[in-house]
């Protein structure tokens, strides 16, 4: 999250939630609603790009305001729904770059200026998100079943004594670590087979338990770039992972299409890593 230039003695902020070369329709910009607190959203031009941005309090939006605001969970949530609500009415008729989470602006001139001062990585973005939509897949391993407890072989039979023990918890041991490879092995699948579907990928942190709610571990965390014209083949070959589970040893969850916020960094150098463009 960024909060650029934002005071807490000013009486308005401008929020900025994206931005794109085709104007917005005026009435779907004014059925939208970014942030609770503040007016309608509208269009500053800067050029040919259309920057979507609202006014908010700045008792609200200020600097120290905002970062205690955004510490609380609840706010945190609603604050994000606000600017994804925003950046849905700019990509209305065309590609967009969203912005930062929270990039504020004392006023209108400042926002056009910083537009005008991003212009050349702006262009690059928007012709690259044309016609193109992100998907997000992830890849769990599949979840094992409860282990006996640790004790249960140490109360009767001729292998009960401590050796015994401690043989058969190293043959559990190996027994994971061979499933867990096996399912590695089976999620760099998934990934190859779905990138030769697409035109760039890029891997994100996988997910704590903490966050998935789930005691599988998360293998992948993988955003794609598809193409709108490639969109039924990369689907085709998520169905056959999703649907049919050819891989036993790994479960694919997977959603889309979304605005491609992973691929729309305008604080980033917009050529791809070599890791991350994918031959299309």
């Not at 094992?144 to 050796?163: F, Q």
């Not at 790994?250 to 959603?255: D, K, L």
Request: positive net charge; proline residues 9%; charged residues 25%.
């Amino acid at each position: 999250m960024s909060a650029s230039a934002a005071g807490p003695a000013a009486p308005a902020l401008v929020c900025a939630f994206a931005v794109t070369r085709t104007p917005p329709d005026p009435a779907g910009l004014a059925a939208a609603r970014g942030h609770e607190e503040g007016g309608a959203l509208r269009v500053l031009r800067a050029g040919d790009l259309c920057l979507v941005v609202q006014d908010v309090p700045a008792a609200l939006f200020g600097e120290e305001a905002l970062t205690e605001r955004l510490n609380r969970p609840e706010d945190l949530e609603r604050c994000a729904r606000a600017h994804h609500r925003g950046v849905e009415a700019a990509a209305g008729r065309g590609p967009v770059v969203p912005l930062p989470m929270a990039t504020l602006y004392r006023g209108d001139r400042t926002a056009e200026l910083a537009v005008a001062a991003r212009r050349p990585v702006l262009d690059t973005l928007l012709a690259r998100l044309r016609d193109r939509t992100e998907w997000a897949v992830k890849v769990h391993a599949s979840e094992a079943a409860p282990e006996a407890p640790a004790d249960a072989g140490t109360r009767a039979g001729p292998g009960s004594g401590g050796r015994a023990y401690l043989s058969r918890a190293s043959a559990r041991r190996r027994e994971r670590q061979g499933a867990h490879g096996r399912a590695l092995a089976e999620a760099e699948a998934v990934d190859a087979a779905l990138r030769s579907h697409a035109v760039a990928a890029t891997r994100h942190r996988p997910q704590s338990e903490r966050l998935t709610g789930r005691r599988d571990p998360q293998l992948l965390n993988v955003a794609y770039l598809v193409e709108d014209a490639r969109r039924a083949d990369f689907t085709a070959a998520l169905a056959r992972f999703t649907a049919d589970r050819p891989l036993p040893g790994v479960r694919v969850e997977a959603s889309g299409p979304w605005i491609p916020y992973s691929f729309a960094r305008w604080d980033e150098d917009p050529r791809p890593a070599p890791d991350q463009e994918t031959p299309s």
